[in-house]
């Protein structure tokens, strides 16, 4: 079993901060634990009615612009929501490419984020999420890392924005995009259902402190999560 350096920069920049609380929660739940998440995927080749937001989207390529607004911390945002936000600033400087953004065309702010991440950096994936997702054949993409910032949830956005990301593989070569989502995350499952994709793996992973042992068991053709 091995350490992710995702993980373990995000908790190293809390600490830095004197975030303290943040980084001992999330260490107390990884001293021991056992968790499922089923692996899902959409053929782009089967033509998908595409879900809509309660507003009018559009997806680009992120900026260093958008950063700010996507990624800040809010005074009142609780301690998981200060991770996740930490997590996704290691995701950057890893330099692991493509992260696209949903904008809220009303005002030309970015409402969403999500990575969608080819084959050919197969190796970057695999160092930093260390296992966590299996290798990509040269016709998948891998969606992951998905964040909605605290004032733009309750939208519908996830769904809609995470069909039309999904359709950027295309410019990869991709025909197969797959993402993760925990077994027990109904909101993201429906959204992703939504969104065209359907389970085709289950992913067990034990963990131990920083360390993780992972394996993914393929579900039947008929499954529905």
Same mark, same amino acid.
């Given at each position: 079993m091995k350490s992710r350096p995702g993980l373990v920069q995000t908790a190293c920049?809390?600490? @830095? *901060? =004197?975030?303290?609380?943040d980084v001992s929660k999330r260490v107390a739940r990884r001293l021991w634990s056992r968790s499922t998440a089923y692996g899902l995927r959409r053929d782009l080749e089967v033509p998908v009615a595409l879900p809509t937001a309660k507003i009018p989207i559009e997806i680009r390529k992120l900026i260093d612009s958008d950063i700010p607004a996507l990624l800040r911390d809010l005074p009142d945002v609780d301690a998981d929501t200060r991770w996740e936000i930490r997590l996704r600033h290691a995701h950057l400087k890893? =330099?692991?490419?493509? /992260? %696209?953004? @949903?904008?809220?065309?009303?005002?030309?702010?970015? /409402? %969403?984020?999500?990575?969608?991440? =080819? @084959?050919?950096?197969?190796? *970057?994936?695999q160092t930093f999420f260390h296992g966590t997702f299996p290798m990509l054949r040269t016709n998948e993409a891998l969606l992951e890392n998905a964040y909605t910032p605290v004032q733009c949830r309750g939208m519908g956005i996830m769904a809609a924005a995470t069909a039309r990301i999904a359709e950027r593989a295309l410019d990869i070569g991709a025909r197969y995009v797959i993402t993760f989502v925990d077994q027990h995350n109904v909101p993201s499952l429906k959204g992703c259902k939504k969104a065209g994709f359907a389970p085709y793996v289950e992913r067990h992973e034990q963990r131990i402190l920083f360390h993780s042992r992972i394996?993914?068991?393929?579900?039947p053709e008929d499954f529905s999560a």
């Open positions: 920049q809390l600490l @830095a *901060e =004197g975030r303290i609380d890893s =330099g692991i490419p493509q /992260c %696209y953004v @949903a904008v809220d065309q009303r005002t030309d702010t970015p /409402c %969403y984020f999500q990575w969608l991440m =080819g @084959a050919t950096h197969n190796r *970057e994936i394996s993914f068991d393929p579900l």
